[in-house]
């Protein structure tokens, strides 16, 4: 346990039965950690590793009325040694440090950052689930919890990690999804907070999504909100279209979100000795490169699936089918490549790895 990280419970170790089917978010460990930053002196005051349980707020506490507030999502893994690993965390504490700085909030120290989330997982390390495809959800978030009416940056924050067991993405296996393209809502312009995991962001995408699921599809691929007719990001993953001869992702504008599995996922490309462009893609252009034969797959990459073939893509009356039963070949080979580096079954030779000590 770091020096400045007080534990509040007696409750160390504990006899944790994980239900037979894990829902995601649905379940969640025994601990929380917790922090509030305290604005008259600078700084994030009173780490501590708490019993999970309710936080009690003022009706006027900022984040319900302006919004203040950003999370992050990662995963960790118990390995076939014993040894417990998360994968690229110092990637999301970075991106979650520059949500802060967009949504004035202050940033975390990296250190302290990585510091309690290890120690909160090794507190709660016996709920890391050991069946295949599952893992331990990590939820970091902070929020403004002043109780003041007025549109400022709030001077005080919460900082928080929950933990949630989680099962594979794909209960019956690594299946493609369909997703709708839309030009019906705008979820983020460039230059706004589009390529921040801030909370506002999903509450946009709402009503788009339901509208999808009604129709059919899993999620929502959004265009940029100005020209609307380049293909931006998907609900929860960044996407990627495979032509014949280059692999194409959305060019990070600042109304995409960098997702690290995204960066992982261009550097095993690149390896592999693929053409990889960060370009504008129009849907114009892959619509027209189904017609003429010249686009081969789509897939996306995340956090929750870490790879997502694409079983179909509609957009107006255009509906590009693919196979609603068996992946893309590329799909399905970096999913399971980049799912072996996780779990320890395949060498990690970029070092993607961060094992508790």
Known sequence: MVSNITLETNEIKQKVELPEKIVFGRTFTTHMFEMDYDS???????????????IELSPATMVFHYAQAIFEGLK????????IAIFRPEKNIERFNNSCKRMCIPEVD??????AMKELIKIDSD?????????????????????VLGVRPADNYKFMIILSPVGPYY?????????LATDKYVRAVRKGVGDC????????????QREARAEGYSQVLWLDGIEQKYIEEVGTMNIFIRFKNEIATPKLTGSILPGVTRMSVIQMLRDKGYTVNERMISIDEVVEAYKTKDLVEIFGSGTAAVISAVSKLKYKDEVLYFSDENPGELSKELYEELTGIQYGKVEDK???LTYLD
């Open 110 to 115: 990296p250190e302290l950052f990585m510091e």
């Open 171 to 179: 209960p019956e296996g690594f299946k493609p999804v369909p997703i």
């Open 40 to 54: 008259e002196i600078g700084s994030w005051v009173n780490p501590k590793i708490k019993p999970y349980g309710k």
């Open 76 to 83: 960790a893994y118990k390995l076939d040694d014993g040894r």
């Open 350 to 352: 970029y070092n993607w």
């Open 197 to 208: 995991k801030t909370s506002g962001n999903y509450g946009a995408s709402l009503l788009a």
């Open 127 to 147: 709920w890391i689930p050991t069946r295949a495809g599952h893992a331990l959800y990590i939820r970091p978030f902070v929020f403004a919890s002043e109780p």
